[in-house]
């Protein structure tokens, strides 16, 4: 028996980070969310260290996507470039 999660977004997310991801990079991050996080978040996703401890990454080319499970939701904190991803993130905790 599947379990579907349920995904979440942060406001930021929506209002800045998929809003300046270019058109086909947007679809396929899109894709990957509805097929892997909406499944098995905990097996596609690589667990973070540090600072970021209990958050979890899924990579879509050079592009990552940080999120936390809890329960049978998944909420999603950024959508970033790999580039700067790590040095914004810790503003949205």
Not at 12 to 18: A, E, F, G, R, T
Not at 60 to 72: A, L, M
């Amino acid at each position: 028996m599947a379990v579907n999660f349920e995904i979440s977004y942060h406001a930021k997310v929506v209002k800045v980070d998929i809003v300046s991801l270019p058109l086909v990079w947007r679809n396929k991050i899109r894709f990957a969310i509805e097929e892997k996080l909406t499944t098995a978040p905990d097996f596609y996703g690589k667990p973070l260290r540090r600072s970021l401890k209990g958050y979890r990454k899924l990579r879509v080319g050079d592009y990552r996507v940080v999120f936390k499970i809890h329960r049978n939701k998944v909420y999603i904190l950024a959508i970033m470039h790999r580039s700067v991803v790590y040095q914004k993130i810790t503003k949205r905790l």
